[in-house]
Every structure is written in C-alpha cells, then in structure tokens.
C-alpha cells in the first residue's frame, strides 16, 4: 500500500513518544520501545544493515532489500521520532527548567513503572534463575547508579574522540534506562555537539564545526550498527538474561529522576548548563506528598496503557 495505513500512524506515535523522551535528560527512547512492545523489531530492523544488504542491493533486488530491513517501518518511526524532538523539546525544557521537582516526579513514576513492565518478561523456571536473575539486576542498577552520578568531564576536543562519543551516546539511547544526552554530559562533548547541531539548520557553523558534526554521526552510525547486532544476538540466545540486565538497568537510572534537588547554578539561565545536588527531605511536606502522588499517577497510568496494550494485541 502506497498511502498510510493504521500501523503507520501507530508507529508514527510510538516513534513521536519516543523522541519526547530521548531529550529528557535520564530517560531514553529505548525505554519507551520497550513498553511500547517495538524494542525486539526495531534492533532487528537496524542489524539487517549487513552484508545481506549490501548483496540485495547489488543485485537491484529492491523490494527484497526493502523487506529485509522492514524499511516503511523505520521511515515511519523515525520520522515520529524527529517530529516528537522538534514539538516537545521546548516544552520540556521548560518542564524541567520551571517545574523541576514535579516534571521529575512524573518522570521518576514512569521509569519506575518501566521497569516493573521489564520485570514481568523474566520468567524464571526455579529458584537458582530467580536467584540469578536478582543477582543480574542487582549488578545491572548499581552500575547505572554510578554510571548517571558522576561528575560531568571536560572532554577532549580531538575528532576520534567526537566518534567515540557519538558511539559510546547511540549504544546508550538503544538501552532502556541509560541516556545517551547525559551519557555525552558525562564525557564533555554534549555542549559542543548540541551548539553544532543547533546552529547548523542556519548554516551558522564553521568548517571545523561541519567535520566534527560529521565525524560524530559517523560514530553513531557504526555503533548503531554494531551495538543492535549484539543486542539482536543476546535477544535470540538470552533474552531472560538481557531483560534482567536492561530491567536493572533502569531501577539504577532513577538516581537520576530524584525529584528533590539544589540548583547549584542559579545564575545559568540554560539548562544543559545548569548543576543540581540531590537532597533528602528531613520531613515529610507539601512537597513531598505532592511528588508522592504525581509518581504514583504516572507510574499507575504507564502500567494501565501497557495492559490496555497487551490486551489490544491479543484480540
């Protein structure tokens, strides 16, 4: 069919969430895949960019090739995924430079509920997986919580690092619970690439700014392809396991959406520039119920939406 069809504009959607979360600092777009039930198709799709390609290709097999990377699939998504950057990444922003602790707070409740969705894939058959799996978890959160709290580096201003970023960010955006954005805060390079890519839609950058740009996409393209290869491998031959890491993977991240933080920088005005401090809160307030209840709404509507989903898909 050469017109849109429902499963067009379903993808579109999906792919329209998932960019609203890929700009949300700590959360990615991989999660949103997951819930949504396309994470499987999607790594799938990205690692038939192979040599099988290349052959159908050369061989002017066109439809073939079509199928072979379920192309109208990652068209369709892909365009949601932009069109979800571009209308809401003002918006939460703003969210998150104005409403901090509540947007947080909502965030905190959908991730948290995420990896409950995760949870339920694992199926253990006896009590040694069970232990097992709790043990991968376990492993997998304390990582992700080290990982998303430390300290942001300078970064080096070199063109093998910009691939290495862009490969290192692109591997962590696939991986529910881990952001690429924050992973390029942690190693230096997110406000020289986000300023590029800013600027560049006006033609406003230099030489040297257009072959970093370059160099960096040549990054994510290679570890795209790589990394959704092994993803794709360990899916297939140990999809209990994977899931159990990927799960713990984003209880560790919610370090990240702690709802309760000290502006450290009160006199930056941009928030990718801005540093915040986690706290506590020594009494139970206003503030805390409300953030209870905004966690607890969020978290209780992504589980709801995931059931309606499951139930949808088995009609």
């Not at 979800?84 to 509920?113: C, E, H, K, N, P």
């Not at 998303?148 to 070199?158: I, K, Y």
């Not at 590029?196 to 030489?207: D, F, G, K």
């Amino acid at each position: 069919m050469i017109g849109p069809t429902r499963e067009d504009l379903a993808q579109f959607g999906r792919g329209f969430l998932m960019g609203g979360a890929d700009i949300i600092p700590g959360v990615s777009g991989g999660t949103v895949a997951l819930v949504l039930g396309i994470y499987e198709r999607l790594v799938a799709a990205i690692s038939h960019f192979d040599r099988q390609l290349i052959a159908l290709l050369l061989a002017r097999q066109w439809q073939a090739a079509v199928r072979h990377v379920d192309l109208r699939f990652l068209v369709v998504l892909g365009t949601g995924i932009l069109t979800g950057v571009v209308a809401l990444a003002s918006l939460v922003l703003t969210l998150l430079l104005d409403y901090r602790m509540q947007t947080l707070s909502v965030f905190f409740g959908l991730i948290f509920a995420s990896s409950l969705v995760v949870a339920r894939m694992v199926r253990p058959r006896s009590t040694t997986e069970l232990l097992k799996c709790l043990a991968l978890a376990t492993l997998a959160a304390g990582f992700a919580f080290w990982l998303v709290g430390l300290p942001q580096g300078a970064g080096q201003d070199s063109l093998p690092y910009y691939f290495f970023c862009g490969a290192v960010a692109i591997c962590a955006m696939i991986l529910p619970g881990i952001s690429g954005s924050y992973i390029l805060l942690l190693l230096g390079a997110y406000v020289t690439v986000a300023g590029i890519v800013h600027q560049a839609p006006r033609l406003n950058i230099t030489s040297r700014e257009l072959l970093v740009l370059v160099v960096f996409a040549s990054g994510c393209a290679v570890g795209l392809l790589c990394f959704s290869k092994l993803l794709r491998w360990l899916l297939a031959h140990a999809h209990q396991t994977t899931m159990t890491v990927l799960g713990g993977f984003m209880v560790g991240s919610l370090r990240l959406m702690w709802p309760f933080q000290i502006d450290l920088t009160p006199e930056v005005e941009k928030l990718k520039l801005k540093r915040y401090e986690s706290f506590v809160p020594e009494t139970w307030n206003a503030d805390v119920t409300l953030c209870t209840a905004l966690a607890i709404t969020a978290a209780l509507s992504l589980l709801a939406i995931e059931r309606w989903g499951r139930a949808a898909k088995s009609e």
